[in-house]
């Protein structure tokens, strides 16, 4: 068990892990992992819950490199947030349900170049509504997909919860005010606000990876679907089971 409560040694690092530090030290996170021997080198797609804007950071510092997050559209149009945002290296979704070009182009250039993307595949589900820190909604395939299509080969899928043990919320955002930087996202028309979860004490527990090999992405178009449901439903179970799992410092 490894605990980062210390400022870690930032020098020569990439700066999105500075900036997750950064992040961390001013909202005075303490992250811990869990099966951090598991984190392969080289490519990777990480696949989390998500409940808080600290998830990415915690992410980011607790797996110890940088990692290229989707982030939703509204992030890269408000102010401050989006300098955070892209100084996480995070890469914005295009506005609204329209196939993701731009981030699947992005995502397979980062995992070509021997990098981390990372994706909740929940989406907005959680993280704008009232959750317990072991809840785990339903998970989107898109991140299946996007394993599938990469010219990597092989390629590790990481499964990693995110339990936060201590965690304080502060006051809700209006959902007006996202509504107003993307009318776009229909949880953004509901009534009520965005909750905020700050992390006080998060352990992160890392799964095994789920390894997508070259065999697995030239079938039919039947077993490739049958095979991006298989994966979409692991992951989901491992950060179930993770969340589920007691844990003892």
């Not at 099966?35 to 980011?60: W, Y």
């Not at 110890?64 to 892209?86: G, K, N, T, W």
């Not at 981030?103 to 907005?124: D, H, K, M, S, Y």
């Not at 072991?134 to 990481?158: M, N, S, T, W, Y």
Request: net charge positive; glycine share 8%.
């Amino acid at each position: 068990m490894e605990s980062l409560t210390a400022p870690m040694q930032v020098s020569g690092f990439p700066d999105a892990r500075a900036v997750a530090q950064l992040l961390l030290a001013l909202f005075q996170t303490e992250v811990w992992v869990e099966g951090k021997e598991r984190v392969p080198q080289g490519p990777l797609l990480v696949v989390s819950n998500h409940r808080s804007f600290l998830d990415a950071p915690v992410l980011i510092a607790g797996l110890d490199r940088p990692i290229r997050f989707a982030c939703h559209y509204y992030l890269s149009q408000v102010p401050l947030l989006r300098e955070i945002a892209l100084a996480l290296g995070c890469i914005p979704l295009q506005q609204g349900s329209w196939p993701q070009i731009h981030f699947f182009r992005q995502a397979q250039a980062t995992l070509a170049a021997g990098g981390g993307v990372g994706i909740f595949p929940e989406g907005a589900e959680q993280i704008t509504r009232e959750t317990s820190p072991q809840e785990v909604g339903r998970f989107q395939p898109g991140f299946a997909h996007l394993a599938l299509a990469a010219k990597v080969d092989p390629l590790p899928i990481l499964p990693v919860a995110v339990w936060a043990q201590e965690e304080w919320r502060g006051m809700d955002i209006p959902m007006a005010f996202f509504r107003w930087f993307d009318p776009s996202e229909p949880r953004f028309q509901q009534q009520g606000g965005h909750p905020v979860v700050i992390y006080r004490r998060v352990v992160l527990k890392v799964g095994s990876p789920l390894w997508v090999r070259g065999e697995g992405r030239y079938t039919c178009r039947q077993e490739r679907l049958q095979l991006i449901q298989e994966l979409t439903a692991a992951a989901r179970e491992q950060v179930r089971l993770g969340l589920a799992r007691r844990w003892k410092n």
